[in-house]
C-alpha cells in the first residue's frame, strides 16, 4: 500500500461505500418501480465497457504523459498483440455474464437481500486464490468463511419482502443469478490478477484489452438474446436519467476499485461491504417496503462481522520458533 493521509483513506471508503449502496438501489428501482418503458440490461452492460475503455483510455494517456506515447503503447499492446487479447478475453466474457446476472437478480431479490448475498464472492475468490494463486487462508479467515455462508443461509432462509415492488419476482431464480454471479466474480478476479502479475504490462493497458473484448462479448448477447426487439425499439429504448445514472455507477465503480485497492486495505473494504450493506438496507426499507425479519437481520449482522474477521491480518508467528530456543537456551545456561 502506497503511504496516504487517513482523510484520503476516509474518502476512498466513503465514495466506495456510496457507489456500491447506490448502484444497487438505483438498479433495482429501475426494474422493479419505474413506470417507464423497460429499458433492456444487455444494452446497459454494453455501454457500460464502452465508457470503461474510454475512462481507461484517459487515464492511459495520463500514465504515459504524451499522446505520441499513449499510441505507441496501444499499437504495441493491442494491434501487435493478439495472444494478450485473447488471454484477457477469458475474464471480458466472465465479467459480462457476471454484470447481467446483477440485472436478473435486482429484478427478483430486493437490494438489501442482494448485498448480503453478494458477500458470497468472498468465500469463492478465496477458494479460486487457493487453488489458481497457490495462497493460503488463516484459521481465522476459514471460520469467517463458513460465518459468512451460515449469515446467507439465514437470510434466503425466508427472504424480506417489499410491500411496494408490484411487478412479479421470482427469488429462487435471483438467488441463482446471484450464485452465477459470485462464481464469476471470484474466477474473473483472480484470473485477472494473476494476468497481472504475470508481467509489467500496465493496469490501464490491461484494462484495455479487457474491455475490447468486452464490447465484442456484450455486443454479441445484445443481439443473440434481445436482438429482434432491440432492432424493433432501438438500442436505447426505455432509458431515463436513473437508467444512465446506473450505468455511470457500473462504469465509475469498476474502475475506482482499482484506486480503492491500492490505497486502501482489506479491513476498509470489510467496513465499507457492512456500511454498503446498512445503507442498502435503510434504503430498501424507505423506498421498497421492505420488511426486516428476524433472520434477516441475525443473517445480515453474521455477514458483515464474517467480512471485518475475514479482513484482518494474519498474525506473524514466523519469530515464534526462535523465542522458543531462545528461552531453551536461557535455560541450559542457568542450569550449566
Known sequence: LEPVSVMFKVYCLSVMTLVAATYTVV????????????????TAVCITEVIKLFLSLGMLTKETGSFGRLKASIVEHVFWSPKDLLKL???????????????????????????????????????CMVLMLNRSLSRLQWFSVFMLCLG????????????????????????????????CSGFAGVYFEKVLKSSDTSLWVRNIQMYLSGIVVTLA????????????????????????????????????????????????????????IVLSTVASVTLFGLQITATFACGAMLVCVSIYLYGLPKQDTTKLPRADTDKEARQKLITV
Open 27 to 42: 438498479l433495482r428501482y429501475t426494474r422493479t418501480v419505474s413506470s417507464t418503458a423497460m429499458y433492456f440490461s444487455t
Open 89 to 127: 478475453s477469458v475474464p471480458s466474457v466472465v465479467y459480462a455474464v457476471q454484470n447481467n446476472m446483477a440485472f436478473i437478480a435486482l429484478s427478483n431479490l430486493d437490494a438489501a437481500v442482494y448485498q448480503v448475498t453478494y458477500q458470497l464472492k468472498i468465500p469463492c475468490t478465496a477458494l
Open 152 to 183: 446467507v443461509t439465514l437470510v434466503q432462509w425466508k427472504p424480506a419482502e417489499a410491500t411496494k415492488v408490484q411487478v412479479e419476482q421470482n427469488p429462487f431464480l435471483g438467488f441463482m443469478a446471484i450464485a452465477v454471479a459470485v462464481l
Open 221 to 276: 448477447g445484445v443481439y443473440m438474446t434481445e436482438g429482434a426487439q432491440v432492432i424493433e425499439n432501438g438500442f436505447f429504448y426505455g432509458y431515463t436519467p436513473w437508467v444512465c445514472f446506473v450505468v455511470f455507477l457500473a462504469s465509475v465503480g469498476g474502475l475506482y476499485t482499482s484506486v480503492v485497492v491500492k490505497y486502501t486495505d482489506n479491513i476498509m473494504k470489510g467496513f465499507s461491504a457492512a456500511a454498503a
